[in-house]
């Protein structure tokens, strides 16, 4: 009799590293080809206009970017928390709650308060902290309820958002609807100070607050005395408390700096891509930012690179329902396939698979 | 004699192999059915590893397992823990693994094969009722796991592997957790199961309880199996020789001293256990600048507590701590390291170390906050490392490097790290530190206990104000200057070494207050 049995590696070689992510994404290219198949399209073709889209030539690239801006950003303030074994899973809410701040900051501030320079230098800055104060304050309230009454978080964070997304849709439906919009639900448009700058297509100065972040929680999570007190409580708990360390401080300030990088993606949605408060805030960053830190292994440099290729995958994905004119959901399928096997296979990194040659008896 | 008893277990050259460790090498074992089986051997002799083969969670890497089975030895694969199971072995780990939320009825059934999908608690509960009255090791069937003591918690595990169905049960270090008496109360227990057939394995590396416990002994050293003997036929100075392969010191030197300065004063120390209920009632305790103030105590009289509670991690309700003058009542535990309190915690894993992070981090946890590791909010993490290098020297704490994470360092050595880390803090305050030392010998190996007694009688001779809880009695006569009995969360007298005896402290430890 023979049995397969699961070992837990001690240490993990360096060739499985590497070998067990690209065979994840092969098997489930294999396994999307089949359905591609299926459906009578030519796999390779599929998956040529995937990269094609997503990675081939400057438009392509920069659309990219676009889309991986508020990944990296809210898979940072998922990593930060995860760290701290606190489970934000309410990005998604603080990421709009950014968004709807920012706007406020660019269509109201200039009518109330016009002896403000009406100018990106002040504009910019102002929106930024009014986003990342606003998806920090969205989630203080769920750690408070965790810190002092032991709330669960999971729970909290997650209703928050289905509050924050109604919140905003109620503003740009009704009261901040734009009256010269031909009755289209949407803010009217700011003005231009209160755009981010574009490098070149749509890509703009949104990704450089991302990659600071990310270069910023680096620095606290290798360098400082603050990411040793996250990681203390995160391993051990009760060892923290031991070391003097306060875990109630510790998990406000963990979550107001979390929440407040998803608001920071709000506030880089709405002032370098929609210039005004509109549908689209809300398309699930705030949950593809879990996948992003889970995939990073909650690492702030690798969140970037995770971001840049789940955006590639979104983006071509969008681009073969274009240009072979595949139904969205085949490419949502195909999107669906890979992170599944990649999320999965990481189990043989930690784990080997033994064959057992029993002796019959 | 056992000689006729038949054959429960048999392993035959063992081998196990880690990357870089050999643990077992070509080692027998013999349990027969109606023995208690000790397994001695040092920490990191391979003991726990035999076992974990037996019970399905590693497999040998060469070597063969045979088990009774109607009548005759049948060679046998495990190739699982529910697969030892099935087979009749129940293993009770020295680290419990219970879910501490749920019920002692409901720990009995998780992961159980045929558990029917309409529960009825009302009948798991009468079986667990009526094996503990069987063996004589009740335990509240409703209770949840967190309410109950250490002792307590050590029952529902070998209460859940009887109740799976085990004949072979393997016990790792069970004393490690017991006051004497419980000790006592578990081997009458251990008695009644072999005496209806049950074979145990009793892994242990404490000689006096392997004589009064086992019929026979085997013993390993360094992964190799040194000897299997009658324990009627041998004593304690042939296994200590057996097992450390040389001769023990006994005893350790303490030099004179003077108490004059009192570094610790605890006045009228009122506290609430964790289920809410007073843990300590107006406790009143003295230490004295180069004094080892030794606490005795049947376990869950309010030792734990007391310990928290001088340390800033338990709320005081009542009464007050001064540290050398200053009045420290209700002092965060930050504030209580500030003030020079060290402390040595119980539960090495759980409290004292963050097992998954590097020796290096753990060192650091008293003193990152400062320079030199601290520079404003940054943390110098090369000075961390050289600075769990010094360490690591000083107090011989074994262990391939400072990035190693914690958890992978044997318990002498994780308990030697820890007392590195709080004797170092301690050696800022030249007017001396406080100790606070809550069984910092338990569950240890002969050498490791030398070591570590060693240390906290040389802080004492430094001048360290040393609180030491313990429920080995010979060691608090052997290391304190005075000793406080602690009962029901009083302490019953305080006694000096020199003057009492054993059966006075056990008196006091029943509460009888001494006059």
Redesign the interface.
């Known amino acids: 009799m023979t ?1 397969l ?1 699961f070992e837990k590696r ?2 993990t070689p360096t060739y499985v590293k590497w070998s067990v992510p690209v065979g994840s994404l092969m098997l489930a290219l294999a396994a999307g080809g089949v359905l591609l198949i299926a459906v009578g399209v030519n796999p390779f073709t599929a998956y040529g206009a995937m990269i094609e889209g997503a990675y081939g030539g400057r438009t392509a690239l920069t659309e990219t970017l676009v889309r991986a801006t508020p990944l990296i950003l809210t898979g940072l303030s998922v990593a930060l928390a995860f760290r701290m074994l606190f489970w934000n899973i309410g990005a998604e809410g603080q990421l709009v709650m950014g968004g709807v701040a920012a706007s406020g900051v660019a269509l109201f501030l200039p009518e109330a308060a016009p002896s403000i320079p009406q100018s990106p230098w002040v504009y910019l800055p102002l929106m930024g902290l009014a986003a990342l104060l606003a998806g920090a304050l969205w989630g203080l309230v769920p750690a408070l309820l965790k810190s002092s009454l032991g709330v669960n978080e999971i729970i909290t964070t997650l209703m928050f958002n289905y509050v924050a997304i109604l919140f905003y849709q109620y503003l740009f439906t009704d009261p901040w609807k734009d009256p010269a919009g031909f009755g289209f639900p949407g803010s009217a448009e700011f003005g231009q100070f209160a755009w981010l700058p574009r490098f070149s297509g749509r890509l703009n100065f949104g990704i450089l607050v991302g990659v600071g972040s990310a270069v910023f929680l680096w620095l606290v999570f ?7 007190e996250i ?2 409580i995160g ?2 708990e ?9 875990v109630f401080r510790n998990i406000v300030l963990v979550m107001v700096v979390s929440a407040g990088l998803a608001g920071l993606a709000g506030f880089a949605e709405v002032s370098g891509i929609s210039h005004k408060l509109q549908q689209g805030l809300a398309v699930g960053n705030g949950f593809s930012g879990i996948i992003v830190a889970w995939l990073a292994k909650l690492r702030p440099l690798r969140v970037i690179w995770v971001a840049i290729l789940l955006a590639g995958l979104f983006v071509g994905g969008d681009q073969i329902q274009i240009t072979l004119g595949l139904p969205a959901s085949i490419s949502q399928v195909l999107q669906g396939a890979i992170l599944l096997f990649v999320l999965g296979g990481d189990i043989f990194s930690r784990y080997r698979l033994r064959l ?1 040659r ?2 019959g ?1 | 004699m056992t000689d006729q008893l038949p054959v429960a277990v048999r392993m035959e050259g063992i081998t196990k192999r ?2 870089g460790v050999l643990a077992n090498e070509d080692v027998d074992l013999e349990v027969r059915t109606g023995e208690i089986h000790a397994l001695l051997g040092e920490n990191g002799a391979g003991k726990s590893t035999l076992m974990s083969v037996l019970c399905g969670l590693y ?1 040998q890497d060469e070597g063969a397992i045979s088990l009774l089975s109607n009548g005759g030895l ?4 495990i ?2 823990p529910r697969h030892a199971i099935e087979l009749g072995i129940g293993m009770v780990h020295q680290h419990f693994k219970l879910v501490r939320t749920q019920t002692v009825a409901e720990n009995m059934i998780i992961g159980m094969d045929g558990v029917p999908f309409r529960l009825d608690m009302s009948q798991v509960a009468a079986d667990i009722r009526e094996l503990g009255e069987r063996y004589d090791m009740l335990v509240d069937p409703t209770a949840a796991i967190w309410q109950l003591s250490v002792g307590e918690q050590q029952r529902v595990e070998i209460l859940k592997v009887l109740y799976r169905g085990a004949n072979t049960l393997i016990l790792d270090e069970p004393t490690a957790v017991l006051t004497p008496q419980e000790s006592g109360q578990l081997g009458s227990a251990l008695r009644a199961m072999v005496a209806e057939g049950k074979a145990i394995v009793f892994i242990s590396h404490k000689l006096d309880e392997v004589i009064s416990f086992a019929d026979r002994v085997t013993v390993l050293r360094q992964g190799r199996n040194v000897a299997t003997l009658d324990v009627g036929s041998t004593n304690k100075h042939e296994l200590a020789r057996l097992m450390v392969g040389r001769e023990l010191a006994t005893g350790v030197p303490k030099g004179d001293r003077e108490l004059d300065q009192p570094v610790l004063v605890v006045d009228g120390l009122e506290a609430l256990g964790d289920r809410g209920l007073p843990a300590l009632r107006g406790v009143d305790l003295t230490a004295m600048r180069g004094e080892v103030v030794g606490i005795a105590g049947v376990a869950g009289n309010g030792q734990q507590e007391l310990a928290e509670a001088i ?3 338990r709320r005081i309700t009542a009464g007050k701590v001064t540290v050398r003058g200053v009045d420290c009542t209700g002092k ?7 003030a020079g309190v060290c ?1 040595v ?1 119980g ?1 090495r894993l ?8 590097p020796v290096a ?1 753990n060192l ?3 003193t ?2 400062r320079r030199p590791l ?1 520079r404003g ?3 110098d ?1 090369k000075k961390m490392g050289s600075q769990a290098k010094r360490m690591i020297d000083e107090f011989g704490v074994l262990t391939p490097g400072p990035a190693t994470p914690a958890r992978n360092l044997s318990g002498g050595n994780q308990q030697k790290a820890i007392l590195a880390r709080e004797i170092s803090a301690g050696r800022d305050f030249e007017s001396g530190a406080v100790l606070v030392a809550a069984y910092p010998t338990r569950g240890l190996d002969v050498g490791a206990i030398e070591a570590v007694r060693a240390r906290i009688v040389a802080e004492r001779d430094r001048g360290t104000a040393v609180v030491l809880i313990s429920e080995d009695l010979d060691e608090l006569m052997m290391l304190s200057d005075r000793i406080a009995v602690l009962h029901g969360g009083q302490v019953m007298g305080v006694v000096e070494p020199a003057s009492t005896t054993i059966e006075e402290i056990g008196l006091l430890m029943a509460g009888e207050r001494r006059s």
């Open positions: 049995t049995k001690l240490t290798s360098k400082s005395k603050w990411g040793y990681a203390l391993e051990n009760r060892a923290a408390r031991y070391a003097g360390v306060s057992i029993g002796d008896s | 880690f990357p497999r049948r060679r046998v694969d190739g699982s340390t800033g991690l965060t535990p930050r504030q209580m390291i500030e402390h915690p539960d759980g409290v004292g170390l963050a097992g998954n992070l981090d650091a946890m008293k990152y906050r601290a909010p940054f943390l993490r």
